[in-house]
């Protein structure tokens, strides 16, 4: 792999981030293929729907705080 100059400086990200950030926006970064995109991350995704996983290791957890042998 041979290296090249990046095309965003340290600087201009922590700019990026510092603007979304007093407008009140959390942002993320996902770099793929040398690309780097910044992403608002929508916090209500966050309250998304549990999964199958998630719903089957509350209701595990739920039996072991009861008791149940």
């Known amino acids: 792999m041979t290296a090249r100059p ?6 201009d990200v922590k700019r990026i981030l510092q603007g979304a950030a007093d407008a009140g926006i959390t942002m993320g970064i996902v ?3 040398g690309e780097a995109l910044f992403l608002p991350v929508d916090r209500l995704a966050a309250e998304k729907e549990p999964s199958a996983l998630e719903r089957w290791k509350a209701k ?8 149940h042998s």
């Open 60 to 67: 595990r957890n739920a039996g072991e705080a009861g008791g």
């Open 31 to 33: 770099v793929k293929n």
């Open 6 to 11: 990046a095309l965003i400086r340290q600087s």
